[in-house]
């Protein structure tokens, strides 16, 4: 299974608030209509918590700009190998999505190996 991490900045002209509230209630509805094509399994969106809140966190460990949230995603690795026609669509409608409230310049994915420490138990 392949695991897609997604770093995201909000577009500067969205309040956090705005942010969180459209990619919770307007963009993860349509990955949800959208999973099956794409073969998403697992879909969980991290929303970054007030800056002030963890500013105690961030001491000392680098000045660069904070991620408004973090998308993971766990999807068959059968269906990223080259699209066909449905899942080009399935992936243009995300895409076309994102570009509402992302900021995609200052957001960054990857595609990651997972290696579990420790899990709950």
Do not use: N
């Not at 269906?79 to 570009?99: F, I, N, S, W, Y």
């Amino acid at each position: 299974m392949t695991h897609l991490v997604f770093c995201l900045r909000r577009l500067p002209h969205l309040s956090a608030d705005e942010f969180k509230r459209y990619w919770r209630e307007v963009h993860a509805p349509l990955v949800r209509e959208h999973a099956r094509t794409l073969g998403i399994r697992r879909y969980v969106q991290s929303h970054a918590l007030d800056e002030a809140a963890v500013a105690h966190l961030r001491a000392g460990r680098g000045s660069g700009e904070p991620f408004d949230g973090i998308a993971r995603l766990w999807f068959d690795a059968a269906k990223a190998g080259a699209p066909d026609a449905q899942v080009a669509l399935a992936a243009q409608a995300l895409l076309d999505d994102e570009r509402r409230f992302i900021d995609l310049a200052r957001s960054c994915l990857f595609l990651a190996e997972e290696h579990e420490i420790l899990a709950d138990g």
